[in-house]
């Protein structure tokens, strides 16, 4: 046995926390990019600041778009980023519950 808990603790979880490391620095960069995403789309594509005239094309992941089909693609990025941070949350929140029941379990 540790002589703290925090050892203990340490001991028997490291690697499952370095596990756990990567996929919430993920979190972390997808929840950035879905905050920083819905100004994007305001200030470009709805207030339209990229599309000076009607012809005007915005170039998004190597196509050419116009207004609405930039707003569109946007918005399904959008989504896609949400459902993401919730899988990785949900990831997350399974691995740290394995973990503290195996901890509780050899702490018994």
Do not use: C
């Amino acid at each position: 046995m540790e002589r703290s808990l925090f050892g203990f603790i340490l001991r028997y979880s490291k690697r499952d926390q370095m596990l756990i490391v990567p996929l919430v620095v993920a979190s972390m960069v997808v929840y950035y990019l879905s905050l920083d995403l819905p100004k994007t789309i305001i200030n470009q594509a709805i207030q339209g600041v990229s599309f000076p005239t009607v012809d005007s094309v915005k170039r998004l992941l190597g196509f050419d778009l116009h207004r609405i089909p930039y707003l569109f693609a946007l918005s399904i990025l959008f989504l896609g980023l949400i459902v993401l941070n919730g899988w990785l949350k949900f990831q997350i929140n399974t691995m740290k519950g394995w973990m503290g029941e195996r901890m509780l379990r050899r702490l018994r």
